[in-house]
């Protein structure tokens, strides 16, 4: 309805970060009210291993997903409201990084790029009833990132060496209306940001920590087959990033993991 965009959620929202927008909720938080949106970040676990070590993800000129990819779960939508759910990815600071190898830290190397196009990735299931939404684990492992500032694709251009910050939006199929893929996202009380710190990354064209790409080899369930195969770094790198999502329900249909059963397909 018109002007109802700035009416906002039903109920007051979750309690706004010293940033302005409210941090995802974490196990043992006090109960949502009733409308009152709560996300809930997925493989949080995961992350937070990745973030120990300083979570770096690769960016290429043609695109490349995240591993891990963000998930989320998503509680106290109206049942019978559409909404749309879109993902950004905003800088942490005005750094740009270096790696310092003997140290194996990052470090600030100076003032960051000159700021990138806005880029919005707008969940393809948008828009959808919030009784749909609550249902589902919503993923957004098909996302890829690009430093090709002239992507016409539709990917999320950052610089590399920086650091940066994913962000899930819940907004109101009202407030929707100049929600675009290439415009930053609309303000308004009907649209709720929710971050996780435990996702914040710092973005290489090629990995800088041997953790990291240990992990990501060691976590991703399809480079199984390529743990301690030999095979070049760089190849490990490319296989890994080009699957981007982290399910462990995977592992259970792996058939080579069951004794008895050989190996199927490649």
Not at 42 to 51: I, P, Y
Not at 83 to 89: F, G, K, L, S
Request: proline share 10%; with cysteine.
């Amino acid at each position: 309805s018109a002007g109802g965009c700035e009416e906002g959620f039903l109920a007051a929202s979750p309690p706004a970060s010293p940033g302005g927008s409210p941090k995802g909720s974490r196990p043992g938080s006090p109960l949502p009210t009733p409308q009152a949106p709560r996300v809930d970040l997925q493989g949080a676990e995961l992350w937070k291993r990745f973030h120990e070590i300083g979570t770096e993800m690769i960016i290429t000129k043609a695109g490349r997903r995240m591993f891990p990819a963000m998930r989320v779960k998503i509680s106290g939508l109206d049942p019978h409201q559409q909404y749309y759910i879109a993902m950004d990815i905003v800088p942490v600071d005005n750094k740009r990084y270096r790696y310092v190898y003997h140290s194996s830290k990052w470090m600030v190397a100076g003032n960051a790029d000159s700021p990138v196009p806005p880029r919005v990735y707008i969940h393809p299931d948008s828009p959808a009833s919030g009784e749909t939404w609550m249902r589902q684990v919503i993923s957004f492992d098909k996302l890829k990132l690009t430093n090709n500032e002239l992507d016409d694709q539709g990917h999320i251009i950052l610089h590399s060496m920086h650091k940066y910050q994913p962000r899930v939006h819940v907004i109101r199929k009202d407030c929707g209306d100049d929600l675009s893929p290439v415009k930053p996202i609309p303000s308004g009380e009907g649209v709720k940001a929710f971050s996780f710190p435990e996702t914040v990354f710092t973005t290489v064209t090629a990995y800088q920590n041997q953790q990291i790409t240990r992990l990501k080899i060691d976590r991703n369930p399809f480079a199984k087959g390529f743990r301690d195969s030999g095979r070049n770094r760089m190849g490990l790198e490319a296989l890994v990033e080009s699957y981007a999502f982290w399910r462990p329900s995977l592992r259970t249909l792996t058939f080579e993991d069951i004794p008895g059963i050989p190996k199927q397909g490649n």
